[in-house]
């Protein structure tokens, strides 16, 4: 991933350009993003999710840990409509109250994971030597570690709720993004613009924070919409293995009720299995369009 740095900061070319130069680029960006059909419908997948995730006790009628008589119902029930688990549950109102744990533990894992790498990343980067050697050594020690297994182990060892969870696959996921914010820092450290900024007296967290960092922001976002996806994969496989929070309804712990029932009431693990696979795939695919629209050589293309 390439990031221009042709010696202006994100802040300075924004007040030098003329107001018609800023929509241009704004346009061009959105026309990078949206070229692409498919990213079209991660969109208004993500919107559906999230709104029906915002909004669960307005779009069901029924509570998801309530069962009832109706078990095993087949989907096409006037009152149950995506059909019923082994228990009575209502399996539409599970799909939907499942959707607010998957979006929160994969976007509070990112969000944290991305803290600590940025953190990381800007350290190592701009100071440089033995602390850029060390920083670097603990990054590849947590990129050697099997993630899944990992948090499985840590899960089943403290114990199951989505606070754990959160923080262990913030901890395992935030290597990546600190290689990358490492590597670009370093290389915008020794950029005209940095060294301007010296010259003017400004400290070095002022540096980081105001000259460098706007311009790592395009892989911090791509990085981050890619880290979303697979930590609700990751939330899924433990919640499947009846290491999620008991409490909570998730898509994995739907999958472990209905393992049983394969074959006698296959809608029981269709409906939240086609919930993973729609959530992770468009925020893939978001990811995907961010690269491109966000990479200047992009814009050269387009």
Known sequence: MSIDVSGTTTAMQASIAPEGGTRYRAASFRRRLLRRPATWVAIASLLLIVTLAAFAPWVTHTHPLDGGLDSLLP???????????????????????????????????????????????????????????????????????????????????FGASVTKMILVIAVLSWPQLARVVRATVASLNQSQFVDAARVAGMGSRAIILREILPNVAAPIVVIGSLDIAAAILIEASLSFFGLGDPNQVSWGAMLNDAQQYLRSAWWMSAFPGLGIALTVLSFNLLGDALNDALNPRGEQGA
């Open 75 to 157: 989907p096409g029930s006037p009152q149950h409509w995506l059909g019923t688990d082994d228990l009575g549950r209502d399996i539409w109102t599970r799909v939907v109250y499942g959707t607010r744990i998957s979006l929160l533990v994969g976007v509070a894992s990112a969000a944290l994971a991305a803290v600590i790498g940025v953190l990381v990343g800007a350290l190592a980067g701009y100071y440089g030597g033995w602390l850029d050697t060390t920083l670097m050594r603990i990054a590849e020690f947590f990129q050697t570690l099997p993630r899944f297994v990992l948090a499985l182990i840590v899960i089943a060892l």
